[in-house]
């Protein structure tokens, strides 16, 4: 019982964490669309729109970026663009070029873009090593924008794995348990044998996190 109540503080403590970014995406996505719907739209007049708002959000430590990710040719000044910012600087960036090459990052191929383009629904994809922003452990959540039936983009924001570490690991070692995703593969777990993106092959109970494909599982 015990183990349980320690794993259902678990499953509160990442709905705490997860319930807000969703809030933020709702948000950024009546922006967006507000935005787009009174007339062309170029990259300075959506920076501007959603700077204000993004840094505010993004002074939460536990999170490491946000903001929008533009469908190819939404734009009228640009085919890929991320208006989004990352790090405890919360840096701007504005272009899809990889560093290395200078070569624009073809980022619909992503499943935290796929995903919600094929669905139309909120995706919480990871864990998986971001090499567009922090080449990092993350956890990405989005939801796409639709003006008039097309999707313009997609909202989304970043969560190091790191963080939910230091956030769960306590009561997870206390409960023997692991923060899986919605593939079963562990995002945090107890298990110091279990690495981030392991499948877990067995469990005893599985704990859903509200509206998010996230459970804790007891082993």
Known sequence: ????????????????????????????????????????????????????????????PDLVG????????????????????????????????????????DYTRQPWYRTPERTGELTLVGPYVDFVCTDEYVMTATVPVYVDGRMVGVAGADTLVETLETMLLPGLREAGATLVNGLGKAVVSADPQLATGDPLNSARDLIPCRDLALSVALS
Request: proline share 5%; aromatic share 8%; with cysteine.
């Open 66 to 105: 946000g903001g929008f990710v533009v469908s190819p040719g939404a734009l009228s000044d640009r085919r890929l663009y991320l208006a989004w910012w990352q790090g405890a600087e919360r840096a701007f960036l504005g272009e899809a070029d990889a560093p290395a090459t200078g070569e624009a990052i």
């Open 1 to 60: 019982m015990t183990e349980t109540m320690t794993a259902l503080d678990c499953v509160a403590q990442v709905e705490n964490h997860f319930g807000p970014i969703v809030t933020e995406l709702e948000r950024v996505r009546r922006e967006v669309g507000a935005l787009f719907e009174q007339g062309p739209v170029t990259s300075t007049s959506l920076r501007t729109r959603l700077e204000p708002g993004t840094l505010e959000f993004l002074r939460n």
